[in-house]
């Protein structure tokens, strides 16, 4: 009886340890490894992240934070993904809207989105960062 508790031991030890660990995604992992700074912020195919333009606020550092909270640009809010990872959910009291950011490209050195926005008409708006 001693030997076959002693053989269950290190089995209940090693089954406890990696329960306690929840596995990170490699999309996550992508995501939260650094700060990323906006490269080009498009909308319907021309830049519109400078002064007064519909995307300035979105200029800067972007910080996706491993507890879902984050900076993007002059905006300050939470993240989740959504569709299997493919979508980043955005969302800020100071926007209008919950940004629904499709990943299009998302490596150790380029993260690539886009999204519709409403305005007057639907604008595509595609927005690309690079490691800062």
């Known amino acids: 009886m001693k030997k076959i508790l002693f053989l269950l031991l290190p ?10 660990k929840e596995k990170t995604s ?6 939260t490894a650094h700060e990323w700074t906006s490269d080009s912020l498009l909308a319907d195919g021309v830049e519109a992240g400078g002064p007064g333009q519909i995307l ?15 900076t993007f ?9 959504t569709d299997n ?5 955005i969302d800020s009291p100071d926007l209008l809207i919950t940004v629904p950011a499709h990943i299009v490209e998302l490596t150790e050195n380029s993260l690539k989105v886009t999204f519709p926005f409403p305005a007057e008409t639907i ?6 960062f690079k490691p800062k």
Do not use: H, P
């Not at 089995?11 to 306690?20: H, N, Q, W, Y």
């Not at 490699?26 to 995501?31: A, D, H, Q, V």
């Not at 990872?85 to 959910?89: D, I, K, M, R």
């Not at 604008?123 to 690309?128: D, K």
């Open 73 to 81: 640009g002059q905006y300050s809010g939470t993240w989740v993904f």
């Open 85 to 89: 990872e493919t979508t980043l959910a």
């Open 26 to 31: 490699e999309r996550f992992r992508l995501l």
């Open 11 to 20: 089995v209940t030890l090693m089954l406890a340890a990696s329960c306690g």
């Open 56 to 70: 300035e606020k979105f200029k800067g550092d972007v910080i996706f934070r491993e507890d879902g909270t984050g």
């Open 123 to 128: 604008i595509n708006v595609r927005m690309t």
